[in-house]
């Protein structure tokens, strides 16, 4: 399956993003003047924001929620409830399918 250019970009943004993310905690421990720090940091979170919201416009709704909730710390040890109900669904519509016919 060919991805289209405004998933592969989205994509390449939302890890841009998460790479400045990274890098704040760094920035304070690097050798250089306090307010060069300050700008570099105000600078680095703002791109990062930007860079993270625009990669999910293009992306989309759908898959932006789901690139998301992997970021979330709180869904990494979650046991996926989804198949199940795939296979329910399926289910339901052989059975619809079946008394239909």
Do not use: C
């Amino acid at each position: 399956m060919q991805k289209n250019w405004k998933f592969k970009t989205g994509i390449v943004l939302i890890i841009l993003s998460v790479m400045l993310f990274l890098s704040l905690p760094v920035i304070p421990f690097l050798s250089i003047d306090s307010k060069v720090k300050i700008t570099i940091s105000t600078i680095a979170f703002i791109l990062a924001e930007v860079t993270f919201w625009t990669g999910g416009i293009l992306l989309g709704k759908e898959l932006f929620s789901k690139y998301k909730s992997y970021l979330n710390p709180k869904n990494w040890h979650k046991k996926k409830a989804g198949i199940e109900k795939v296979e329910e669904s399926d289910k339901a519509r052989a059975d619809r399918t079946y008394m239909k016919g």
